[in-house]
């Protein structure tokens, strides 16, 4: 069992568009981390838990007005923060997450336009932490990709959700609501051009653990 003060929690979250070729780079660090000894949490927001995956259920597929589809995800990260995310941490894992409160504000805030104070204000609520502040990722990748690259690639991939049929104008806000996260907070995110073949971002993502000295990839994947 992986000791907690020799290898404290890390949580580690994956943003962008769809179509940025998130989820092929964190199966590829999940077996990356667990080939140096961490045990890892593979989790997705909305969604993680069994309440929250109904919520995500709910979310993509029914209309609803901005502040519902804000409040609901708050509700879901709720249940994931308190049932999945804050125990792996406690026990030392490795907590790899697609996509966070950062989305909300990107989708929700800038996507949407809903009102960035009272997204501030819920997330100070749903991330609080007993000793005071709001649980925050220790690192963001932002997999930035232009929404026109992103729709063409989901056309060839599945039928849309509620999210990816919105027109490319909206992913365009939705960028821009990233962009914005990662002025305020540039401590904790690294961008990604996600416009380069596979194994280019690859070797991009592999760089900003190394540089940070948290993962070494010489006897790794």
Same mark, same amino acid.
């Given at each position: ?9 890390? +949580? ?24 140096? &000894? ?5 989790? *997705? @927001? ?9 919520? *995500? ?16 995800? +708050? ?10 995310? @804050? ?12 996509? +966070? ?7 929700? &805030? ?11 204000? %819920? ?8 000793? &005071? ?5 220790? %690192? ?7 929404? @026109? ?8 991939? $599945? ?31 690294? $961008? ?19 540089? $940070?000295?948290?993962?070494?990839? @010489?006897?790794?994947?």
């Amino acid at each position: 069992m992986t000791d907690p003060l020799a290898h404290p929690g890390l +949580f580690i979250t994956f943003e962008g568009i769809d179509g940025a070729g998130k989820s092929t780079h964190i199966a590829r660090l999940a077996d990356a981390f667990r080939a140096q &000894g961490r045990t890892v949490t593979l989790t *997705r @927001e909305p969604g993680g838990t069994p309440l929250a995956e109904k919520l *995500r259920a709910l979310l993509l597929s029914d209309a609803m007005d901005p502040l519902c589809e804000a409040l609901l995800m +708050f509700a879901a990260r709720r249940d994931h923060l308190q049932q999945v995310i @804050e125990p792996a941490l406690a026990s030392g894992e490795v907590v790899l997450c697609d996509r +966070f409160t950062d989305a909300t504000v990107a989708y929700q &805030g800038f996507g949407r336009g809903f009102d960035l104070d009272v997204l501030r204000q %819920l997330e100070a609520w749903v991330q609080a932490l007993p000793q &005071g502040g709001a649980r925050q990722p220790d %690192l963001t990748l932002w997999f930035d990709l232009p929404p @026109e690259t992103a729709a063409a690639r989901l056309v060839m991939t $599945r039928a849309p959700d509620r999210f990816e049929s919105q027109p490319v104008a909206f992913f365009s806000r939705v960028a821009a609501g990233y962009s914005h996260r990662m002025q305020e907070q540039p401590h904790r995110f690294a $961008r990604v051009a996600a416009d380069q073949p596979i194994d280019t971002v690859w070797r991009s993502v592999r760089a900003v653990f190394e540089s $940070r000295s948290w993962l070494s990839f @010489e006897a790794s994947v």
